[in-house]
């Protein structure tokens, strides 16, 4: 919602010269004005408001009714959308399925590099001059979408590298299910550290855990699946992958007096992949060991275990089964770093 301004002699609110500047950097994103209602802007695409809205919503864009919320890119962007299905590149839920994944991931990239800009400005000593931070976007901008397009077009490459291996060439229309090993990390302690650490420290020590376990993911060219705060969610292409990165993740350590602790529990079968996350019995039984093991340690179920490659770094102690929820009984086996 824009800040309150000053109120003109008809009665219409107009923005105050803060809040005029902090439009004028949106402005300078976007790269063009603002100039179409939704009804022009669906208009101009051959649709109705009806027939594009799902689109927009996929996208993440608010509904603001039928005031000028639209750029010509907004509506370029609609008519690629409309001639992938008129020509039928794509179907509509297809189509409206991969502008889903474009709009949360870059409103959450979005919102990341937000946070990181308003941190920065606010630990700085003077104060937040706006011009200064305009003519700044202005001079990263290009560079920054540079480096957007150049990581999506990595990342792309190395997801149809993993995920077409599995599409069978005598049927297009079979794709089997992947078979890897599932991992789960979490903080122990979480909700006890929550009430003793400050808002700050905790976030410290929440961002240390997140940025090392993407660093250590990636180091072993698996996958970060998601973080979800204390938790992160990661896929590796075997068992002794997976045990690598778990290793690493327990040598991780956060700023502050307070030592980063972590549980983590890995489990091996076929994993349903949709919409860049993945479900199915093994990423339940993956995040239900997380949650039995104890600090410090690292649970894997028996298929994991059979699929290890080579086990002489490791100590494996199996453990009595035990109830799982919705699983029954479930074997599980600790692993540690053998010492030298």
Partial sequence: MPAPGDVS?????????????????????????????????????????????????????????????FTAMDV????????????GVLDEPTTI??????????SRLAQWQVDTMARVLAESDSPVDLDEVAEGLAGILPGLESMLVHAWRRHLAAAI???????????????????????????????????AMGDEELAQMVQA?????????????????????????????????????????????????????????????????????????TVNRASRLTAIARPGATLI?????EALADRTPYVLRHLAPRPLRGMGLVRATSVSRRRR
């Fill in 301 to 305: 179920d028996s298929a994991t275990e």
């Fill in 209 to 281: 855990f997140e940025t090392g376990a993407a660093d250590v993911v990636a180091a072993h060219g698996a996958r970060l699946v998601k973080t979800l705060g204390d938790e992160v969610m990661f896929v590796a292409r075997n068992a002794d992958e997976a045990l690598a990165i778990a290793q690493g993740m327990h040598a991780l350590s956060a700023p502050g007096p307070d030592p980063l602790v972590l549980r983590i529990g890995l489990s091996t079968g076929h994993l349903v992949s949709r919409m860049g996350d993945f479900y199915g019995g």
């Fill in 161 to 195: 590298g993993r995920g077409l291996a599995f599409v069978a060439e005598e049927d297009d229309a079979a794709v089997e299910p992947t078979v890897a090993t599932v991992g789960f990390a979490d903080i122990a302690g979480f909700t006890r550290l929550a009430r």
């Fill in 97 to 106: 399925e991969v502008v889903r994944s474009l709009g949360q991931t870059a």
């Fill in 9 to 69: 002699p008809g009665g219409v609110s107009v923005p105050g010269p803060r809040q005029q500047k902090v439009d004028r950097i949106a402005e300078l994103v976007l790269r063009d004005p603002v100039v179409f209602t939704r009804e022009e802007a669906a208009s101009a695409a051959g649709l109705t408001v009806d027939r594009a809205r799902p689109y927009w919503r996929a996208m993440g864009f608010a509904d603001v009714g039928s005031v000028a919320a």
């Fill in 76 to 87: 370029q962007s609609l008519c690629l959308l409309v001639a992938w299905v008129d020509s």
